[in-house]
Nanobody, 122 residues
Framework: QVQLVESGGGLVQAGGSLRLSCAAS????????MGWFRQAPGKEREFVAA???????YYADSVKGRFTISRDNAKNTVRLQMNSLKPEDTAVYYC????????????????WGQGTQVTVSS
């Protein structure tokens, strides 16, 4: 079992930055692939970024070059640094975990946090 708790969301102007954090419980955190997804009102949950246990990183084209995912296995934490934010980045952001390999679709992840709201004003 893995429990995930996100923090760090908020309101920011376009062009600004936010850093999201996800704290995970469990003794085998390093064996889990971690992902960030987001869901805007009326839209499906979409992939944002993912990181393998060995810290290989993957990004959606829409955030590549602006967002950075990282993990600290000693602290059971994964972070999402978001720079150059745009109004279209506004969504609830979710941290997710799955065993072993990275995936890019939400149904592949078995563990989810409660979500944190990110609002980017124009």
């Amino acid at each position: 079992q893995v429990q995930l708790v996100e923090s760090g969301g908020g309101l920011v102007q376009a062009g600004g930055s936010l850093r999201l954090s996800c704290a995970a419980s469990g003794r085998t955190f390093s064996s889990y692939a971690m992902g960030w997804f987001r869901q805007a009102p009326g839209k499906e949950r979409e992939f944002v970024a993912a990181i393998s246990g060995g810290s290989n990183t993957y990004y959606a084209d829409s955030v590549k070059g602006r967002f950075t995912i990282s993990r600290d296995n000693a602290k059971n934490t994964v972070r999402l640094q978001m720079n150059s934010l745009k109004p279209e980045d506004t969504a609830v952001y979710y941290c997710a975990a799955k065993a072993l390999v990275v995936a890019f679709i939400a149904p592949a992840y078995g563990y989810w946090g409660q979500g944190t709201q990110v609002t980017v004003s124009s």
